[in-house]
């Protein structure tokens, strides 16, 4: 099977719509309501776009957006450029590009002015861009540096931060094939983020209520926002299908020529978890939580 990072993305929106914490949700919607006809929104980390299509679809926004997406990956950005005009179409939204190389996506009822920026997070904050009305960091803070990153990043918002999908340090693969493989392997999965290159914090879910205070943000709501992909009948839905398929590659690329670990026991492990799911037999969690703030 190939495997590209953007096609990762696409397939795990589903899975997201049913982890965003729903209780953190409606506060946020609640300040969309009270934010007036316009606002500026800032997404640090934004992959191709899904997270804008997402709040589009829900229809969360208010009438004028002016929305920031910046990600690192050249190849994220590119894709998102074509991705999000197709979107744009088969939601009834018309997009143009305006004088200043922005996508405009609009209809009756909503206008969004997208700027599409590729640069590493840090390298964007230290250009004192303007401030936003809302900074969302989806699936994104326990990539960085935590917590020394964590005020320069809520530095982009004078309002609010809604911050999504932080990983907690617990990832689950039921049914169990023996427990101890599964225990040791899945550590040292973990232990593997920390030597990402960018650093990480696999417990930023919990670490993040202190961190969040120590960085004088005021938490208006919290909660879990988990991952939770199973079988229904014997199938998964298409995409998710793909996503479960891009975990156990994720976990393959980090732990493949690991010296801590036998190749031939964690490649018959990887034979068995592929084999459920193409059964229908595997069910994924992993617990995240989600953040909304006042920065």
């Known amino acids: 099977m190939e495997f590209k990072f953007s096609d990762y993305l696409l397939a795990k929106q589903s899975v997201d719509d049913r982890a965003l914490n729903k209780d953190v ?163 040292l999965y973990h232990r593997s983020m920390y030597e990402r290159p960018g650093g990480g914090d696999i417990q930023s879910g919990r670490h993040l209520f202190s961190y969040l205070l120590e960085s004088d943000a005021s938490i208006l709501a919290a909660g879990a926002s988990d991952w939770v992909v199973y079988p229904r009948n014997g199938k998964y839905q298409p995409e998710e299908y793909y996503f479960l398929h891009c975990i156990l590659h994720f976990i393959e690329e980090s732990l493949s020529g690991n010296r801590r670990l036998d190749p031939q026991a964690f490649k018959d492990w990887l034979t068995v978890r592929r084999s459920q799911i193409e059964r229908g037999k595997l069910t994924y969690i992993a617990h995240q939580m989600d953040f909304l703030v006042i920065v």
Request: charged share 15%; aromatic share 10%.
């Open 25 to 187: 949700l409606s506060i946020l919607q609640t300040y969309f309501d009270m934010a007036g006809p316009s606002l500026s929104i800032i997404e640090a980390g934004g992959g191709i776009g899904t997270m804008l299509a997402r709040l589009l679809r829900w229809n969360m926004l208010p009438p004028h957006v002016g929305y920031t997406l910046v990600d690192s990956m050249p190849e994220n950005i590119a894709y998102a450029k074509t991705w999000l005009p197709q979107w744009a179409a088969s939601a009834g939204l018309q997009t143009e590009t305006t004088p200043a190389n922005e996508l405009r996506l609009f209809d009756a009822k909503h206008e969004v002015y997208l700027r599409l920026i590729c640069a590493d997070i840090f390298d964007f904050i230290a250009r004192r861009p303007p401030q936003a009305d809302l900074l969302i960091a989806h699936a994104f803070l326990d990539l960085l540096p935590l917590p020394n990153g964590l005020p320069d990043l809520l530095s982009l918002s004078h309002r609010m931060a809604w911050l999504t999908l932080n990983f907690d340090g617990v990832t689950i693969l039921e049914p169990i094939l023996n427990p101890l493989t599964d225990e040791y392997i899945i550590r």
